[in-house]
């Protein structure tokens, strides 16, 4: 069961109460490459992106965000880091939210930050992270949480609590315990994450395994994975991991066997295309794509759609239903097709 | 707490009990394919996987285990459908351990299968599959786990208890409910998996919500991530699952950042090749790759090795003292030096 939070908006995504745990990622280039980081905006929306982060490193790009803004079908969450004046100039040329860890800014600056977020009424989330804790402290699941709740406090008397929180680290288990003390003692809602996760296959694994627990604990209402790679598979993970703890049922699931030596046709390419196909779908469908007999049949049963290879050629089932036998060469148009027909691209 | 099972071996490597939980792949080509696949285990090998699965297609690839088994470092585990000749044959030739689905054969020619996997001593996998459940049957997590011990049953029945279970599904949450019941009404060892996971981001994530819960559980003895994709990429999230619960903690962890706007050096690129480099340190050790000062500093304050990334530059950084400034292209060579000298490659 989800406990219930406070409820904050950034732009017009809801984050928190009732509301559906919301899907994020960060863009590559910052605000001044305008045209490059609009390109991944778009990109990453239409697999299902629901709130942007950009970096924001310098006044330079602060000044930026107003065109990005206009750019931008998503809220932009504008981060920032060691310079209290570029958060406020990110805050005046209409980010949604900011993102700080208050302990990298000159504490005299944070009165400036929260009297501009004030005045355009967004949110800011106040993001502890292990790699930059307070040097005093020692590294633990408890010093990092309570370093989050302790700038939380903090915001409160400087009369500013439309506040987000997270508390990454790079490490699962710590992660975990992290985000269980933050659920106990506040009612802000929780951005959760594992931070510097690593490249796309591990990174994907310790995410799965830190917010697959909390999620199926009923703590979270917004996720990011960090992957090094390709943004949209960060994308691709979260809903993977928002399916699988039954959280959200939202885009399409690929079932897509590992090959072996019965495989007669290139099924690693072959599902690799199909699941960037599938990745625009946000319907709650099963898709399968199966390299030889042992298991086509029964999973095909199962599955909206699904294609079966053999030699040289492939089935294209429907609901378990065989309604094309087409050549390899030919299976990913004829796939595409069939999702046109069923109105799902 | 891990339940305690029975324990197995497959040739020298025991499974359950209180040993390890054992990490497993399967090759992409079959015996007949001698080179290859020699290759393709080698491969595996060196990255940590400890167990070996080949398809055995047909009665020639059952012949070519004799000479596979020549060239193997690791047991190998014959994967075998439809035909009990096959299977016998697979033993007879020397096969560690026999993976099949008994649904699949002719009921006359379990007791040829048994007899044969007696005289040799080698034990069973029974290993039924969501994608090929009896027809008579509806889906579900406990008809899947009833048709495994429906299957233990008739094999105790016919004097073999030299078993190991399987029930996968390409579903997580069916697999984790699947898995309890196992665990729960036998005491064989469990070999975990869900079943054609889909490709490399997803099929990592959704491994990881199923293994890692059953794993945090106690519950799993041996493990294979199936992924449409690179098999090293398998034995990796292997491990990455196992260091994630806390089960297993084997082998480097990586830490890069994800990139963003105040990334100056192609960090992705680099994280990988340190990924590819790391994969064979057995050593429980945590590396870091970072591309910006933001987290450097306290990341690799916990790193035993880590990479900063500047602009063409990068610094190596061992338990937080900066031990080099290289330029971005000498990089990875001397990054690879100093594990050399940490006696870690």
Redesign the interface.
């Known amino acids: 069961m989800r406990k219930k939070k406070r409820t904050v908006f950034i732009g017009k995504v809801p984050v928190g109460g009732n509301n559906p745990v919301v899907v994020q990622s960060?863009?590559?280039?910052?605000?001044s490459?305008l045209n490059e980081?609009a390109d991944e905006i778009n990109q990453l929306a239409s697999v299902g992106c629901e709130l942007i982060r950009?970096?924001?490193?310098t006044e330079k790009?602060a000044y930026f965000l107003s065109d990005l803004k206009k750019k931008s079908i998503l809220p932009v969450v504008a981060?920032i880091?060691f310079d209290g004046r570029i958060a406020v100039k990110a805050i005046e040329n209409g980010a949604d939210e900011i993102r700080i860890n208050p302990g990298n800014f000159p504490q005299r600056q944070l009165t400036d930050i929260i009297r501009a977020a004030k005045k355009r009424k967004i949110p800011i989330r106040i993001g502890v992270?292990?790699?930059?804790?307070e040097k005093s402290l020692v590294?633990s699941a408890s010093s990092l949480a309570d370093s989050a709740l302790r700038w939380v406090k903090r915001f409160e008397d400087l009369g500013f609590s439309d506040l987000k929180i997270s508390a990454k680290s790079?490490?699962?288990?710590m992660t975990v315990k992290t985000y269980r003390i933050l659920d106990e003692k506040s009612d802000y809602p929780l951005h959760l994450g594992v931070?510097?996760?690593?490249?796309?296959?591990?990174?994907?694994?310790?995410?799965?395994?830190?917010l697959?627990?909390l999620l199926?604990d009923g703590i979270g209402d917004t996720i990011r994975?960090?992957?090094?790679?390709d943004r949209v598979?960060?994308i691709?993970?979260c809903y993977?991991?928002l399916r699988?703890?039954?959280v959200r049922n939202v885009g399409a699931?690929?079932?897509?066997?590992?090959?072996?030596?019965?495989?007669q046709i290139d099924?690693?390419r072959l599902?690799?295309e199909v699941?960037k196909i599938i990745e625009r779908i946000r319907m709650p469908i099963t898709v399968?794509?199966?390299g030889c007999a042992?298991?086509?049949?029964?999973?095909a049963k199962?599955a909206d759609i699904a294609i079966a290879g053999g030699a040289g050629y492939g089935l294209i089932i429907k609901k378990g239903k065989i309604v094309k036998n087409v050549r390899e060469a030919d299976l990913l148009s004829e796939f595409k097709e069939e999702l046109i027909k069923m109105e799902l691209l």
């Not at 992270?129 to 804790?133: C, E, H, K, R, T």
């Not at 790079?170 to 288990?173: E, G, M, N, P, R």
């Not at 994975?225 to 790679?229: A, E, F, I, K, Q």
Request: glycine fraction near 10%.
């Open positions: 960060m863009t590559k280039n910052p605000p490459k980081v950009v970096a924001v490193p790009d981060d880091h992270n292990s790699g930059s804790l590294l790079s490490d699962a288990a931070t510097e996760a690593g490249t796309v296959a591990t990174g994907a694994a310790r995410s799965a395994i830190a697959g627990r199926s994975v960090s992957l090094t790679g598979d960060e691709a993970v993977e991991i699988s703890t039954g699931r690929l079932v897509s066997c590992p090959t072996c030596g019965r495989i099924l690693t599902a690799q699941q399968s794509v199966m042992v298991n086509a049949i029964g999973e199962d």
